[in-house]
């Protein structure tokens, strides 16, 4: 079984669409968990962090973690053509600069005006 | 804003060359890291950086490959000898000391295409 597992998608959304992005692993010794957005040609960069189990929100993105079924997902709320992008989540088992992260594959998300 | 650069952007090579990869980070940051993504592949972790010494690797650093902070400011990731497989491209990246955010900083990567 895969550490990470992540639909790559493509997801196409109408503008102001809620869109719904998942991951989920295998690894129970994971805490930390992570979404990053990567624009095409661009390097990632972190959207949303949040450690152990619940909710977390940032403007029109929520984060959510289940440890207990292992999986994680990020909402976005009114979307817009400009969070056009490939959405990675990214896992750690700790939060030393040394902990490496493990990424998912990545879902392509587009949103139509 | 403060930003990773990566050099070159894209470096196409014979198979069995040498590639070095260069990197500035952010100039504050203490870790630094090199990651790799072969095409519609994941982004996989390959060595972590600190204090003038590898501090994690994955599987993936052979001894084919090396790192070094030569100057102060620049990191680099050498190739010897490099494979076909070794086509991907390659992600720096930096954080500070405090990872608690998570936040690793990515530069725009550099493509690497084996011949």
């Known amino acids: 079984q895969k550490e990470v597992e992540q639909d790559p998608g493509p997801l196409s959304v109408p503008e102001g669409a809620i869109v719904s992005l998942n991951c989920t692993y295998s690894?129970?010794?994971?805490?930390?968990f992570m979404w990053y957005r990567q624009y095409s040609r661009k390097g990632p960069e972190l959207l949303m962090y949040?450690?152990?189990?619940g909710n977390k929100e940032d403007g029109r993105f929520t984060a959510q973690v289940d440890k207990s079924s292992k999986y994680i997902s990020l909402f976005i709320r009114d979307s817009q053509p400009s969070d056009s992008a490939t959405y990675l989540c990214?896992?750690?088992?700790?939060?030393?600069?040394?902990?490496?992260?493990?990424f998912g594959k990545g879902t392509r998300l587009s949103v139509i005006a | 804003e403060p930003e990773v650069t990566q050099t070159p952007s894209h470096q196409v090579t014979q198979m069995g060359q040498e590639v070095i990869l260069r990197c500035v980070p952010i100039s504050n940051h203490l870790y630094f890291y090199w990651y790799r993504q072969i095409l519609g592949q994941k982004v996989e972790f390959l060595v972590s950086?600190?204090?003038?010494?590898?501090?994690?690797k994955s599987e993936i650093f052979d001894d084919q490959f090396s790192v070094e902070r030569p100057d102060g400011s620049n990191f680099t990731l050498k190739i010897r000898s490099t494979k076909l497989e070794d086509s991907a491209m390659y992600f720096c990246?930096?954080?500070?000391?405090?990872?608690?955010?998570?936040?690793?900083?990515f530069g725009e990567g550099s493509r690497l295409t084996v011949l």
């Open positions: 690894n129970s010794a994971f805490q930390y």
């Open positions: 990246a930096s954080s500070s000391r405090d990872r608690n955010t998570g936040e690793l900083f």
């Open positions: 990214a896992m750690s088992v700790g939060n030393s600069g040394n902990t490496p992260l493990v």
């Open positions: 950086f600190y204090n003038n010494e590898i501090s994690e």
């Open positions: 949040t450690y152990s189990s």
